[in-house]
């Protein structure tokens, strides 16, 4: 059967991400390759990951071995690490365990990988800026080919509040400006600023045109479980994962040409670390049957869904 290319782009929704590779599955069954790719938070992972060479299986399979959960290192004294390093846990479990992925397929850095093959978002919230990454990052002193692949990753996944910021030196022209506070960006989740960045292949000049865009994005957040408030950590979280269902419906609303795979989060929460085996498998499962549902209906010859068009008189 004929291959068809495509640009993706991965929305984040923190734990939540495994239904995405179920969705990556069901678009190999159907032979679809991978142009470029792109995503924010947990997509940034999925994105990652396929422009390292994993198939979805092998996908799986690591987020199996490794929970995110098993990842989180709680301090004994949380309140205080809050304090002083802006975040309950650290984000280097989650950078060490994407770089040891990337490192087996021989990607470090993005010049391992090819031009403009990969994009992750991330915010920079000292200074109220988006991040393209890798090619902002030369804003900060950084040549972008040269730029960790897992660092990106974990700047896009670095949930506020939950996870350490990344800390970068301040841009050149921020320090010379008097008005500065700090010499130091503090730089965040992706998903803070533009959680489902289809608009990223929409302006690419570089991009080829006639390869469509796919958005693999998670709904169903109005059935989500009520958020029980019981301190400044879970208001926090309430209110995140309120506005992130909010970020970037505007666009898609403008924007019918790009084609969505729309996959049900069955209730879950974003941040919900304590994720049951069957809790991911049924997520994984509800990626595959969005997927399927959305191949089975596409015309790849036009890179749209196969629509009746009923004659007028």
Same mark, same amino acid.
């Given at each position: 059967?004929?291959?068809?290319?495509?640009?993706?782009?991965?929305?984040?929704?923190? @734990?939540?991400?495994?239904?995405?590779?179920?969705?990556?599955?069901?678009?190999?069954?159907?032979?679809?390759?991978?142009?470029?790719?792109?995503?924010?938070?947990?997509?940034?992972? @999925?994105?990652?990951? %396929?422009?390292?060479?994993?198939?979805?299986?092998? $996908?799986?399979?690591?987020? =199996?071995?490794? !929970?995110?959960?098993?990842?989180?290192?709680?301090?004994? /004294? !949380?309140?205080?690490?809050?304090?002083?390093?802006?975040?309950?846990? *650290?984000?280097?479990?989650?950078?060490?365990?994407?770089?040891?992925?990337?490192?087996?397929?021989?990607?470090?850095?993005?010049?391992?990988?090819?031009? +403009?093959?990969?994009?992750?978002?991330?915010?920079?919230?000292?200074?109220?800026?988006?991040?393209?990454?890798? +090619? &902002?990052?030369?804003?900060?002193?950084?040549?972008?080919?040269? /730029?960790?692949?897992?660092?990106?990753?974990?700047?896009?996944?670095?949930?506020?509040?939950?996870? &350490?910021?990344?800390?970068?030196?301040?841009?050149?022209?921020?320090?010379?400006?008097?008005?500065?506070? *700090?010499?130091?960006?503090?730089?965040?989740?992706? +998903?803070?600023?533009?959680?489902?960045?289809?608009?990223?292949?929409?302006?690419?000049?570089?991009?080829?045109?006639?390869?469509?865009?796919?958005?693999?994005?998670?709904?169903?957040?109005?059935?989500?479980?009520?958020?029980?408030?019981? #301190?400044?950590?879970?208001?926090?979280?309430?209110?995140?994962?309120? $506005?992130?269902?909010?970020? &970037?419906?505007?666009?898609?609303?403008?924007?019918?040409?790009?084609?969505?795979?729309?996959?049900?989060? %069955?209730?879950?929460?974003?941040?919900?670390?304590?994720?049951?085996? =069957?809790?991911?498998?049924?997520?994984?499962?509800?990626? %595959?049957?969005?997927?399927?549902?959305?191949?089975?209906?596409?015309?790849?010859?036009? #890179?749209?869904?196969?629509?009746?068009?009923?004659?007028?008189?």
């Amino acid at each position: 059967m004929e291959t068809t290319r495509v640009n993706a782009v991965f929305e984040g929704g923190g @734990v939540r991400g495994i239904s995405l590779v179920g969705a990556v599955c069901a678009a190999e069954r159907h032979n679809v390759v991978f142009n470029r790719v792109a995503g924010a938070s947990s997509g940034s992972i @999925v994105a990652a990951l %396929l422009a390292a060479g994993y198939t979805a299986a092998e $996908m799986k399979a690591a987020i =199996e071995r490794t !929970p995110i959960s098993s990842l989180l290192k709680k301090s004994v /004294f !949380p309140a205080v690490r809050l304090f002083l390093r802006k975040g309950l846990y *650290s984000g280097k479990w989650l950078e060490l365990w994407i770089a040891e992925l990337l490192e087996a397929k021989g990607v470090r850095t993005f010049s391992d990988l090819p031009d +403009g093959k990969l994009r992750i978002i991330a915010s920079d919230i000292t200074n109220g800026r988006l991040l393209v990454l890798p +090619g &902002d990052i030369a804003q900060y002193g950084v040549a972008p080919e040269l /730029f960790s692949v897992a660092r990106a990753v974990r700047m896009s996944t670095s949930i506020p509040y939950f996870f &350490d910021p990344v800390i970068l030196r301040q841009p050149f022209k921020e320090r010379q400006k008097q008005a500065a506070l *700090s010499k130091f960006s503090y730089v965040v989740d992706g +998903g803070l600023l533009s959680n489902f960045p289809l608009w990223l292949f929409q302006h690419d000049t570089s991009s080829d045109p006639a390869v469509p865009v796919i958005g693999f994005q998670m709904v169903g957040r109005s059935d989500a479980h009520p958020h029980r408030i019981n #301190g400044p950590v879970s208001m926090f979280q309430a209110i995140f994962e309120t $506005m992130l269902s909010a970020h &970037d419906e505007r666009y898609i609303e403008k924007n019918k040409a790009i084609r969505t795979i729309k996959i049900p989060t %069955l209730g879950v929460g974003g941040t919900q670390f304590n994720l049951s085996p =069957e809790k991911s498998e049924a997520l994984y499962r509800s990626g %595959l049957e969005a997927g399927e549902k959305f191949f089975q209906s596409w015309d790849r010859k036009l #890179g749209m869904l196969k629509v009746t068009i009923s004659k007028t008189k």
